[in-house]
Nanobody, 116 residues
Framework: QVQLVESGGGLVQAGGSLRLSCAAS????????MGWYRRAPGEQRKLVATITSIGITNYADSVKGRFTISRDNAKSTVYLQMNSLKPEDTAVYYC??????????WGQGTQVTVSS
């Protein structure tokens, strides 16, 4: 049974920072690309950032230069450091584990609210 458990969301003022964590259980972490997605109110879920098992990263244009994704394979945890937060970053953030050989796994989501 694979579980992804996010933490670290909350309320922050514009310009502030938050760090999200996603702890993965099961044996998937070392072989899966890990990612963060977000869904703002009234919108579809969108890619924020991904990191492959060997550390190659990819970011949405809207967060480049402000967000950093990283992973600790020894702890089976992926992080999203979010700096210079803007009100438009307000969303539920979801952790994702992806492999072409298996179905995707999703966490339950964590709310990030940025006040202006």
């Amino acid at each position: 049974q694979v579980q992804l458990v996010e933490s670290g969301g909350g309320l922050v003022q514009a310009g502030g920072s938050l760090r999200l964590s996603c702890a993965a259980s099961g044996s998937i972490f070392s072989t899966h690309t890990m990612g963060w997605y977000r869904r703002a109110p009234g919108e579809q879920r969108k890619l924020v950032a991904t990191i492959t098992s060997i550390g190659i990263t990819n970011y949405a244009d809207s967060v480049k230069g402000r967000f950093t994704i990283s992973r600790d394979n020894a702890k089976s945890t992926v992080y999203l450091q979010m700096n210079s937060l803007k009100p438009e970053d307000t969303a539920v953030y979801y952790c994702n584990a992806h492999s072409i050989a298996y179905p995707d796994y999703w966490g339950q989501g964590t709310q990030v609210t940025v006040s202006s």
